[in-house]
């Protein structure tokens, strides 16, 4: 985990499982462009893992290509930008000659801060149907590393893979933990603390009970490897505990005399002048007041109506 941190830049090789023709290359700037873009006819066959890396940037640079392809749409070599995050993309054959998506390579090098090329790695490989450093055609891909990086084998490419992956897993633990020991502080202040006018306890503990559900979720989530669903119940339990911490916490205590005062301001427009209750129009209380009984209701009679059909 050490050498990981003190390295900028990462190199990984994975497997490419499927590709389709669903991008295009802009010539005149050698742009990547998607398929339906007009002002080319050049077809591109990005595979599934480039397509799912370059979705997972956060504000990505338009890719641009540094190796067209020429006859063979597949072999390319693309790079693109997000904020301090630079990705260069090869894709190689090393196997059939290149007629099966299943004999197609890509290796990817990452440089930029070990946060941002840790998370990327965490999210692609949860976003992949595949483990990627898993060839499918082993042998040859140990001929493809020992030509193209000598110093590089499956077992190395494997570790470089899960070292980053590890990276963000433990990030997210430790997040997990600060927000587990948070929300029993929190938890603590509440018991040794009386309700005010502007704190309720009642409201603190539904969001201490909050908090401990959406904690479990961020459990879950990781299990899970869903990054973005940790990151959402993280910051709703800090949104909850700021609220619930009776140092942050402002509540409007509601009770039953709040409740029937809030009425009477909406019904009959009371103002309040010297602490006393004026009613500024009661023209309209009158009416609301001005109810007929029950017994003075005027019956209709409908049978004879009825008898003369």
Not at 169 to 189: G, V
Not at 261 to 279: A, G, M, P, R
């Amino acid at each position: 985990m050490a050498e990981v941190g003190l390295s900028q830049n990462s190199i990984l090789i994975c497997q490419v499982l499927s590709a389709k023709p669903d991008h295009k290359i802009d010539e005149s700037n050698n742009l990547l462009r998607s398929k339906h873009f007009p002002a080319s006819k050049k077809m591109i066959y990005l595979g599934n893992v480039a397509t799912t890396l370059i979705s997972l940037l956060q504000h990505p640079e338009t890719p641009v290509f540094k190796d067209r392809p020429n006859y063979n749409e597949q072999k390319w070599k693309l790079e693109t930008s997000s904020g301090q995050l630079k990705i260069t993309i090869i894709s190689d054959s090393y196997w059939g000659l290149g007629l099966f998506n299943s004999g197609y390579l890509n290796t990817i090098i990452l440089d930029g801060p070990i946060s941002l090329r840790s998370r990327v790695i965490f999210d692609l490989v949860a976003s992949l149907p595949h483990k990627p450093w898993e060839f499918k055609h082993l042998s040859a891909a140990r001929r493809w590393m020992n030509k193209k990086y000598p110093d590089l084998d499956e077992k190395m490419n494997q570790n470089n893979w899960n070292e980053l992956i590890s990276y963000s897993r433990t990030q997210f633990e430790e997040m997990i933990e600060i927000m587990s020991e948070a929300i029993s502080n929190c938890s603590q202040k509440i018991k040794n603390t009386e309700s005010s006018d502007k704190w309720d306890m009642d409201k603190s503990a539904v969001l201490l009970a909050a908090a401990e559900f959406d904690l479990e979720l961020a459990k879950g989530a990781l299990a899970d490897d869903n990054a973005p669903a940790i990151e959402r119940a993280i910051a709703r339990i800090e949104a909850g505990l700021i609220e619930a911490d009776p140092e942050t916490g402002i509540h409007q205590k509601i009770t039953e005399n709040n409740e029937h005062f809030e009425q009477k301001i909406i019904i009959s427009d009371i103002t309040i002048d010297d602490e006393e209750l004026t009613v500024s129009n009661t023209e309209t209380v009158n009416q609301i007041r001005s109810v007929v009984p029950d017994n003075e209701i005027p019956m209709i009679d409908l049978t004879v109506s009825s008898e003369q059909e």
